[in-house]
Nanobody, 123 residues
Framework: VQLQAFGGGWVQAGGSLRLSCAASGRDFNTYGRGWFRQAPGKEREFVARISWSGSSTNYADSVKGRFTISRDNAKNTVYLQMNSLKPEDTAVYYC?????????????????WGQGTLVTVSS
């Protein structure tokens, strides 16, 4: 089982990036999915989550209105559209599968962490 996140890169402030997280080896279409990020020297933090059907989403206050999470269950893939990027969005972004009933913004609720993709936003 593997989750692979890609789509990161370098972008100027105000720009956009779209991250993808593809799962292989197992069908996660009945699981919630989430995105987290970890900036240098900081703890990993919640960014966004989406329910298994895609009907419910939640975002960290810091990205609300700028980021959009979505999923394509036919492709076993989750996306994170990031607009109006700020330098403080610079981090390694990780995707994961929610496997426990803990809060949807809690690290311990998730497993199958992907390897992460680096997003760098310059001012």
């Amino acid at each position: 089982v593997q989750l692979q996140a890609f789509g990161g890169g370098w972008v100027q402030a105000g720009g956009s990036l779209r991250l993808s997280c593809a799962a292989s080896g197992r069908d996660f279409n009945t699981y919630g999915r989430g995105w987290f990020r970890q900036a240098p020297g900081k703890e990993r933090e919640f960014v966004a989550r989406i329910s298994w059907s895609g009907s419910s989403t939640n975002y960290a206050d810091s990205v609300k209105g700028r980021f959009t999470i979505s999923r394509d269950n036919a492709k076993n893939t989750v996306y994170l559209q990031m607009n109006s990027l700020k330098p403080e969005d610079t981090a390694v972004y990780y995707c994961a599968v929610r496997t426990r009933p803990s809060g949807w913004d809690k690290l311990e609720a998730y497993d199958y962490w992907g390897q992460g993709t680096l997003v760098t936003v310059s001012s």
